[in-house]
């Protein structure tokens, strides 16, 4: 009796995680169909992070404030890797990211991103020597057949601002792929709340400060409509999905957080027909397929 009673309490914990992760992953997703609505208000990338940063600053402040007070205080050179790991993985990625967002449809902008996992693999066997089995490179290739389809079929419809803003998010891939390489070693010192929350804080004075120095302070009157956008995007898709891997990953592990994850470019896919609409074509579905499938191939492995 206690055997199936620990055996249902912890299905019951895993599905739970479960739906937490996927939760996470739409909400995180989500980001790319927020900016296209606030993009219609004729603002520009730089203006669209700073009000993203503003307004979810004061939470990662807050759980900063709480992990400085209660854990052991930051030798020097974590203080500097951390600052460097905000600046590259939550500063430079999300800004090119937006960038990018002004030229590519959201569906498109989440398969780029989602080739992260496949680039940290490719940069561990350039630069750390790892070995990359048949299988991983199956995945590999898989994954970017799917993603070089979509890209081609929107680049006949977008023209030529189709590969800028393909360059810009696959930049803003690559550059999280080193943040999460380089992360892996500090986030076991430091731990991944204090680490995100931290970083993030980084990130939000950069973003605010490049606002000022580029744009005249005036910018910050804006419509109503773009504050509220800007306070769900803040919100919704940064603050709550940062912190819902985070309880993901403590319940059911980061390998099946990871594999939940793939419901990310499903999602806006079917959100940006719905909300913005944009077209879903066949093309467009079997690119996702095998985007889906590529990296389930390497999570399975990695796993």
Known sequence: MSTTTD?????????????????????????????????????????????????????FAAVALWKARTEAALTNAERIRIVVL??????????????????????????????TPSFVLLISVAFLKKKITLQEWLALGTAYLGTVLVFLHDARAGGANVALGGAFVLGSALSYALYLLLSGE????????????????????????????????????????????????????????VFLTM??????GPATTSQAGMIGPVSTLFMGALILGEPITGIQLSGTALVLAGIYLLSRKRA
Do not use: W
Not at 42 to 58: E, W
């Open 186 to 241: 500090l986030v076991k010192r430091v731990g991944a709340m204090r680490l995100v929350a931290y970083a993030m804080c980084v990130s939000s004075v950069a973003c605010i400060v490049q606002f000022f120095l580029l744009r005249p302070p005036a910018l910050l009157v804006q419509p109503v409509e773009v504050y509220g956008l800007s306070l769900v995007n803040a919100v919704f898709c940064t603050v709550f999905p």
């Open 7 to 59: 055996h249902t309490s912890a299905r019951q914990t895993f599905l739970i995680g479960l739906a937490i992760a996927i939760f996470g992953a739409i909400l995180f997703s989500a980001k790319a169909i927020v900016a296209k609505l606030i993009y219609r208000y004729h603002i520009d990338a730089v203006t669209l992070i700073a009000f993203r940063m503003l307004f979810s600053l004061p939470f």
């Open 247 to 252: 309880v993901a990953v403590s319940r059911i």
């Open 86 to 115: 905000g600046l590259l993985g939550y500063y430079l990625s999300s800004f090119l990211d937006f960038l990018g967002l002004q030229y590519i449809s959201a569906g498109l902008e989440r398969l780029i991103l989602f080739l």
